[in-house]
């Protein structure tokens, strides 16, 4: 049986994406790292950029993306290199689970709306343990002639 609510978001594709969520970040705490200077106390506000952004439709192989499928975005977070990686994981109504992955940490944030919106931080592991908060952003995923950016700027207390 499959529950679903009004808005069409049905249990299972709720549970599995808290569950994606919940294995990057177990996978994550038992990776360890050093925490980068500016984010080491998780207080304050700090900006992240994304680069190589993306939006992805899920399609079979070979076929066209498949228009009424929840999109997602991804991409790399950067600081001068590449420092980690950011995805979204739709779960339904508008509603974005926003992994930020780094060696030594993982940062989740809930909201809604695919390419801007604001978010709040539901939780962290590492150098982000502890940390609650908001932010904002605003993602350009790719298109012919254009690379596709981020921009996350974060609030962050602990």
Known sequence: MSASSERGV?????VTGVATAAAGASAVAVSGGVARADESTGSGTWVWQGSDWRMVRPGAPG?????EADAHTE?????????GTFRSVPLGGG???????????MLIGLG????????A???GTGRFAGV?????A?????TPGNEGTALFTITAQR
């Not at 076929?63 to 228009?67: H, K, N």
């Not at 991409?75 to 420092?83: K, T």
């Open 10 to 14: 049905s249990r299972r594709a709720f």
């Open 132 to 136: 609650s908060g908001a932010y904002t």
């Open 75 to 83: 991409g790399d977070i950067r600081d001068g290199s590449v420092v």
């Open 95 to 105: 509603a974005h689970l926003h992994l930020f992955t780094f060696d030594d940490s």
């Open 63 to 67: 076929a066209a993306p498949d228009r």
């Open 138 to 142: 605003q993602q350009t995923p790719s």
């Open 112 to 119: 809604s709306g695919l390419s801007h919106g604001a978010y």
């Open 121 to 123: 931080i539901v939780g």
